[in-house]
């Protein structure tokens, strides 16, 4: 969601008649889109407006300075209180505010001070045209991401994400059509749909017709089927909204990539009930049988945090087994940290770093293992991937994605970058499959 809205707000800039910088010694203005989520993250964020406010006033010094603004979702949890404590800081714009993003830009065009704008009312959120972010190297964009909500209504105890993007708005399936009609036009191959939780997706019209996530889903099958657009993806599902008519669009369209990001965050109903997921662990477990039912060979990944407060070795070994059970093809695996403001930051039972970091890494393990095991079946397949880019580690070797969300390294040319081919998987190095016998898609 953030590279999303990043790629929006430089869009406004770009029609604006601004360019990127080099570097912020160079800039006009350096703008910092926050995220809010982990503590680690805020912490990134203060040490680099510690570094820009000590470049300001280098450049003060100098005769010349900058506008530095911070957006996102730190910022409207912090609101003016990061200008306090950073006085190079010119202006804090919340998740709600970037309708003000071009008034801005106006006033900083007129060499006006951004403390002369007025604020007094609190800016709607709303969403905007299109968030496509511009290729590198001069090559086009072949992927974007389509946000189609904003917000979250769940309150999740350990979660700061409500607080700071407020509650649900859900997007006009007009306005997402004609955003993915826009993409199709600009040669994109793949979108993802953005929301803090998709599946509670639900537009009513003024005539009171209503759409619910599985109607946009089978709505956008209908839109990209005669595009350039083959493979969509969308980005978070809950398990408690998840429905059977979700699962049979998906099913029902190859539009859809066999990868579904499905977030169980732990395996015990005491835990999960204290987190206030408010689905058990039998609930999520049948939910898997079902979706692997209606759609043989998916992948599935998921989130898993452990060191939840009460949290017993008991429900750990639950987590364990669930996983056991499902194997997941990858999970994004982090130990719990209080965040202020929210509902679990007063709970008590804490668990000691020393054995969150143990419990984590016991995690991790496992899923390490499962990883290996189900990218080593790969091997001998044929699979199509939708080629990204250049390898790191080797000029001469293209790195793809499957549609099951696995990354694959091939011999080739940079031409071929954003289109689709047919590689044969030969081996396995770490996490990423290894490929031969290259050959672009017909109509690629």
Known sequence: ???????????????????????????????LNTCAVRQTAEQRVMGRLAQYQALKRSRRSLGQTFAL????????????????????????????ARSVFPVILETLEKGQSLTAILTDEKPQFSFSAS?????????????????????CNNYCSYCIVPYVRGREISRSPAS???????????????????GQNVNSYRFEDEAGRVTDFPALLELTARETEKSPIRWVRFLSSHPKDLSSDAI???????VFCRHLHLCVQHGSNAVLTAMNRRYTRERYLDLVDEIRQAIPGITLSTDILVGFPGETEADLELTLDLMERVKFHYAYMYHYNPREGTAAYDLPGRI???????????VIALQKKHTQELLKQRIGSRETILIEGISRKNADELIGRTERDEMAVVSGKADAIGRFARVSISSLCGNTLRAKELTLCPGD
């Open 248 to 254: 049979r669009v998906m099913a029902e369209h190859r």
């Open 131 to 151: 968030h496509l972010e511009e290729g590198r190297l001069g090559l086009k964009s072949f992927h974007s991401f389509v946000p189609i909500m904003h917000g």
């Open 176 to 194: 997402i059509t004609a955003e993915i009609r826009l993409l199709a036009g600009r040669g994109v191959r793949a979108i993802t749909l953005l």
């Open 69 to 96: 603004v911070v957006a996102g979702c730190m910022a409207e949890r912090l609101g003016d209180s990061l200008k306090e404590k950073f006085d190079a800081v010119d202006y804090v714009m919340g998740t709600a």
């Open 1 to 31: 969601m953030n590279s999303a809205e990043s790629a929006a707000l430089a869009l406004v800039l770009r029609e604006r008649g601004w360019s990127p910088a080099e570097n912020g010694e160079s800039a006009d203005m350096v703008l």
């Open 352 to 362: 000691g770093e020393a054995v969150k970091r143990e419990r984590l890494a016991r």
